[in-house]
C-alpha cells in the first residue's frame, strides 16, 4: 500500500471515528509522532468545516423525517444532552473526538450552542488536545 494512501486513510478515518485513527496510524503504518499529530488534526479539523456547514442541511432533514416518529433515547444522546447542559459546549467539545465521533459531536454542539464562530474554534482545539494525548500516549511505548 503506498504512503499516499496510508495518509488518506488516516485522514478520513479521523474525521469520521477519530478514536481508531490514531493507533491505526502509529501501530500499524508506522507514522511517526508529528505525522501522527499532523494527519489527525487535519482530518478532525476538515470534518468540522465539512459538518458544521451541513449541520443545518441535517437538521432539516432530521426534523422532517422524525415529524411521524417516536422519539428514541440511546445512550450517547443521553450522555450529550446531560454533558451539554451540566457542562456546556466545553463538556461536548471534550467528548466529541473520542465518544461521540467528530460528525455526530459536532451537529450536537451546534445544535445545543448555534453560534459557529464560537462553537467551531472550541470543536478544533478539543480535536488539537486530543491528538496531542493520543499521539503522546502511544507513541511513548
Avoid at 53 to 68: A, E, H, P, T, V
Wanted: proline share 4%; aromatic share 16%; glycine share 4%.
Amino acid at each position: 500500500m503506498s504512503i499516499g494512501f496510508k495518509i488518506l486513510i488516516v485522514i478520513f478515518l479521523s474525521g469520521i471515528k477519530f478514536m481508531f485513527a490514531i493507533p491505526l496510524s502509529i501501530i500499524k503504518y508506522d507514522f511517526t509522532f508529528l505525522q501522527t499529530l499532523l494527519f489527525s488534526v487535519v482530518g478532525g479539523v476538515l470534518s468540522i468545516f465539512v459538518f458544521a456547514y451541513l449541520s443545518d442541511k441535517i437538521y432539516k432533514l432530521i426534523k422532517k423525517r422524525r415529524q411521524n416518529k417516536v422519539k428514541k433515547r440511546s445512550f450517547k444522546k443521553a450522555l450529550a444532552i446531560k454533558t451539554a447542559r451540566k457542562y456546556g459546549l466545553i463538556g461536548i467539545a471534550f467528548l466529541t473526538p473520542i465518544f461521540l465521533s467528530i460528525p455526530i459531536g459536532t451537529y450536537l454542539a451546534l445544535y445545543f450552542f448555534p453560534e459557529k464562530r464560537k462553537t467551531i474554534p472550541i470543536l478544533i482545539t478539543s480535536v488539537v488536545a486530543w491528538s496531542l494525548v493520543l499521539s503522546v500516549a502511544l507513541t511513548a511505548f
